[in-house]
């Protein structure tokens, strides 16, 4: 028996550092897609006339002397000296940034892996390995971290800390500073807030929570949020995704009229209210649900009802699939891969450089198959939504340990 759990622990780790290395490789052998040369954009606007400019005037990224449309900066003040560190680091190694940018979701897909293996052991969830390891070698991951170029494999560890540190009874104030920081690289996690506070025991732990989190978004904001709140809070928060053809947006762009431009009145707001009811649901009707359960269902709810689109928001619902059996999850498992495959070959055009979807002349081959496994990868990820829901209405997904988040070993350090 010793020897047959350290021979799984051997390709626990083998998955682990192939997954990397394969990353690592795409980081140093491909450029990336059109996100890469926006942050490359933003780190000029910022080394010529500073960070505010960026939320204030945009950055317009280029490739082979061809300019394009203006992009509008819509992270976090934070999200400012990181790219300078990423700049620093490029000029003092004379490796590139989109390479440190790429190098930093690998290394934050390594941490968001035993995260999630000490969350399920917390939690008392079933430890699937066989789910583990698909987990450790999910293509999403893979695609989006070591080819895509964008920061959301650092936001999702950052939100696996706070759940850690919430599920092993650590203080809030550490839990609320992690998701401080999640907030800080994109502000998405805010929609995980209203479960997360109702999983949390007390008053004081809330409090807690949400004063650090707040604090360490507030910190890491300095100073540009000082120097000009309103146009800073107006870039974060006022930012509304572009409505791709992905979900509710592309059914109202396929129906006639002006559907899809009052679609886009309401559909942020309407994909938050879903998710605060979703969250409102949980806490009323599946009391008995862990912090981490309940967590995956918003996030597969949110993908679900988003009202714009992006592929990398797909490693937003990476973690959280490992909770429900694979006979519940292959699909989205299995189409989640090939959408993003089949995306990034038809728009590198088979080259596997350079995915710069700013660019559609001509259109590339595959749109279709593109189009047709999107709409297959959002109905999966409908089905997981639906497996969650009727597993915390049969009660199968087994509850959380006795000790609950906000009593004794939190409140005790708060």
Known sequence: MPSCRKHRSRIFVLGCFFAFAVKLTLSFTTYGTNDVLTWEADLRKIQSEGGLALYRDGAA?????????????????????LIRTWGKASAVSSVPLRVWLRASGAVADLAMFLLVCGILKA????????????????????LVSGFHGNTDPIMVCFLMLSIYFLDTGRS???????????????????????????????????????????LVWLAASFPYLVQDPALVIRGVFGYNPVSGSWGLPEIAYLLPGE?????????RPLALSVVLLASFWLHFRARSATLFASCGLIAFLFVFVISGFGPQYLSWIVPWW????????GWFYIAASLYLIVLYTAWTRGGWYL?????????????????????????????????????FQRGTVPPGPPTHIGQSGVDANS
């Open 123 to 142: 939690e008392r969830l079933p430890v699937r390995r066989s789910a583990l390891l698909l987990l450790a070698l999910s293509p999403v991951s893979i």
């Open 259 to 267: 559907t899809l431009d009052r679609y886009r009145l309401i559909g």
């Open 172 to 214: 809030v104030w550490l839990a609320g500073a992690a998701l401080g920081m999640a907030m800080n690289i994109k502000v998405v996690p805010i929609v995980f807030v209203p479960a997360i506070l109702f999983a949390i025991g007390s008053w004081r732990s809330r409090i807690g929570f949400a004063l650090s989190a707040g």
């Open 355 to 391: 995915a710069n979807m700013m660019d559609h002349s001509p259109l590339p081959t595959g749109t279709l198959l593109v189009f047709l496994l999107e709409a297959a990868c959002w109905i999966s990820v409908g089905t997981v939504v639906l497996a969650f829901v009727t597993e």
């Open 322 to 329: 490992v909770v429900l059996p694979w006979r519940k999850v």
């Open 61 to 81: 990224p280029s490739w082979q002397g061809k300019t394009y449309s203006v992009e509008p900066f819509n992270h976090p003040p934070f999200m400012i000296y």
